[in-house]
């Protein structure tokens, strides 16, 4: 008599996920699905446009699946954002803001006395308490809008098949008659540099050390290198940032290099042209040392750090998709997925949203928008696509930059010299003035189109530079023109007005420091 007793276990979960498998393929060609929409990945992007789509009354799944970064780090749901990225280093940016104030809060008068003092085990806590209770609320926007969440990876079977495994290597098939894919990406590291992997930390790991990082060697020229290594001089860490070409790539060049120029002069060392080409941990004492080369004249050089930090770009995180199951094609050298302007990918149901796309802006604003837009038109009837031009974004380093449009190179690029006026200023923000602080960077620019004054970009550079900058992104968005600007009221005394103020141009040659109100 034959009995399941004697059979070994992981044959029979074999038989019954084949057995499975073939069922949902039946279902599946009989255009019965088990979900309307299946999302992978439970980031910002994907969380919106799930619960877009469960508000016209679809059937909803999202999973998502966090796999710990090569130093152990895990967290929850919501993605880079949410545990890993803009709120984090948001909180963290404010402690050393704050640490500057105290600095000089004598000269309004405070007496704080001599004995200051701050906890990185308290700032992490409180960071790390912030960030579970948005993994929690989440979690319960999700039950409230009736979306069924996997804490599990999923992988393509075929267009309509997704195999979820869970952190117990349990498998189970669904199936979904649209896909989304918004997986997001991880912090890239080197693959040459003997180490590496071994002992240095990354973004997924910065935000949650248990213990202060002490001397730190920040790798990369990034928005994320600057802006950690901005924040860790703030909280009183020695930082060294070591940059192979230029400042904030991507960016505009003379804003990223105003940018690294003020850390300079605040307190954060810069080690050019060079790349690290070793990392080992000392015996005698448990400190790396680090080697590394000079790109202008080959010398090798070395120094010891209490913890090194890699921010030199991020990767998809599409290794357990298996999308060649589905046919999705991905771009050759960024390994990215190709998507066209409704974020469809070569698979008629099958789409992609935020970090995970070739050639798209990696910002959680864009990848909210682009995901409720997106079910709208699946599900709703809209035909409304995702406009990728004209972002608004600010890089949190301690003087921050805000920026909305071009920059002065891509428009010198895209209209010639000759056809663009840049209007610009150095200017000094009040309060500034009584604590004495360093306003030699503080500086605006504004690029317009020479024929009909249109605004093609604006650079901000100071104080609360978000929040003065988003108003205007949706100025620009509307047409905004040079006349229009400096025709509008400023708010006096702001670092904003300063920019309605504009009327000396960089071709004028005349000295754009701004000497009153």
């Known amino acids: 008599m034959f009995s399941l007793q004697n059979v070994q276990r992981p044959t029979v979960y074999a038989c019954l996920f084949t057995l499975q498998k073939c069922l949902r393929s039946i279902c599946?060609?009989?255009?019965?699905?088990?979900?309307?929409?299946?999302?992978?990945?439970?980031?910002?992007?994907?969380?919106?446009?799930?619960?877009?789509?469960?508000?016209?009354?679809?059937?909803?799944?999202?999973?998502?699946?966090?796999?710990?970064?090569?130093?152990?780090?895990?967290?929850?749901?919501?993605?880079?954002?949410?545990?890993?990225?803009?709120?984090?280093?948001?909180?963290?940016?404010?402690?050393?803001?704050?640490?500057?104030?105290?600095?000089?809060?004598?000269?309004?008068?405070?007496?704080?006395?001599?004995?200051?003092?701050?906890?990185?085990?308290?700032?992490?806590?409180?960071?790390?308490?912030?960030?579970?209770?948005?993994?929690?609320?989440?979690?319960?926007?999700?039950?409230?809008?009736?979306?069924?969440?996997?804490?599990?990876?999923?992988?393509?079977?075929?267009k309509h098949t997704i195999k979820l495994t869970d952190n117990k290597e349990k498998e189970t098939l669904i199936t979904g008659e649209n896909i989304v894919i918004a997986v997001g990406g991880r912090p890239r590291y080197p693959e040459n540099i003997s180490g590496a992997m071994d002992y240095a930390i990354s973004s997924d790991d910065i935000f949650s050390l248990s213990k202060p990082p002490g001397k730190t060697l920040v790798v990369g020229a990034s928005y994320v290198a600057l802006e950690c290594a901005g924040f860790l001089t703030g909280l009183g860490f020695d930082t060294t940032v070591m940059v192979r070409s230029v400042y904030l790539r991507g960016f505009d060049k003379q804003m990223g290099n105003l940018v690294a120029e003020n850390m300079r002069e605040n307190g954060t060392r810069f080690i050019s042209s060079s790349v690290p080409t070793l990392i080992e941990k000392r015996l005698d004492n448990g400190l790396l040392r680090v080697e590394w080369k000079s790109l202008e004249n080959g010398n090798v050089n070395e120094d010891n750090f209490e913890t090194v930090f890699f921010a030199i770009g991020r990767e998809p995180e599409i290794r357990y998709l298996q999308l060649k199951n589905a046919g999705v094609e991905v771009d050759i050298q960024s390994k990215k997925i190709i998507v066209d302007e409704f974020e469809r990918t070569c698979v008629d149901n099958i789409y992609a949203l935020g970090d995970v796309i070739h050639n798209r802006p990696e910002l959680t604003p864009v990848a909210i928008m682009a995901g409720k837009l997106?079910?709208?038109?699946?599900?709703?009837?809209?035909?409304?696509?995702?406009?990728?031009?004209?972002?608004?974004?600010?890089?949190?380093?301690?003087?921050?930059?805000?920026?909305?449009?071009?920059?002065?190179?891509?428009?010198?690029?895209?209209?010639?010299?000759?056809?663009?006026?840049?209007?610009?200023?150095?200017?000094?923000?009040?309060?500034?003035?009584?604590?004495?602080?360093?306003?030699?960077?503080?500086?605006?620019?504004?690029?317009?189109?020479?024929?009909?004054?249109?605004?093609?970009?604006?650079?901000?550079?100071?104080?609360?530079?978000?929040?003065?900058?988003?108003?205007?992104?949706?100025?620009?968005?509307?047409?905004?023109?040079?006349?229009?600007?400096?025709?509008?009221?400023?708010?006096?005394?702001?670092?904003?007005?300063?920019?309605?103020?504009?009327?000396?141009?960089?071709?004028?040659?005349?000295?754009?420091?701004?000497?009153?109100?």
């Not at 909803?60 to 970064?69: I, N, T």
């Not at 803009?86 to 309004?108: R, T, V």
């Not at 605006?444 to 530079?465: D, E, Q, T, Y």
Request: glycine share 12%; hydrophobic share 35%.
């Open 28 to 158: 599946s060609k009989r255009g019965q699905f088990d979900y309307d929409l299946i999302v992978i990945g439970g980031g910002s992007g994907g969380l919106s446009c799930a619960k877009e789509g469960a508000a016209y009354g679809k059937k909803v799944a999202v999973l998502d699946y966090v796999s710990p970064s090569i130093q152990g780090t895990k967290w929850g749901l919501g993605g880079t954002c949410v545990n890993v990225g803009c709120i984090p280093k948001k909180l963290m940016h404010q402690a050393a803001q704050l640490g500057e104030s105290i600095q000089i809060s004598d000269k309004y008068g405070w007496n704080i006395g001599d004995n200051v003092t701050h906890s990185w085990e308290t700032l992490v806590q409180n960071v790390q308490n912030h960030v579970k209770s948005l993994n929690w609320g989440h979690r319960v926007q999700l039950h409230e809008k009736q979306v069924k969440y996997f804490n599990a990876k999923g992988s393509f079977q075929d």
């Open 374 to 517: 997106l079910a709208k038109r699946l599900f709703d009837g809209s035909n409304k696509l995702m406009d990728y031009n004209k972002i608004p974004t600010t890089v949190f380093t301690p003087l921050e930059y805000s920026t909305v449009g071009l920059s002065e190179d891509d428009a010198v690029e895209k209209y010639g010299e000759d056809k663009i006026e840049i209007f610009h200023a150095f200017y000094k923000p009040l309060e500034y003035t009584v604590g004495e602080i360093n306003a030699n960077q503080c500086y605006i620019k504004v690029i317009c189109c020479s024929k009909n004054g249109k605004i093609l970009g604006i650079h901000f550079l100071g104080p609360h530079a978000g929040e003065v900058m988003q108003g205007f992104a949706v100025a620009l968005s509307c047409g905004l023109t040079y006349d229009q600007l400096c025709s509008s009221v400023g708010i006096h005394p702001t670092s904003a007005e300063e920019i309605v103020k504009l009327n000396i141009t960089k071709r004028s040659g005349k000295d754009p420091h701004v000497t009153g109100c």
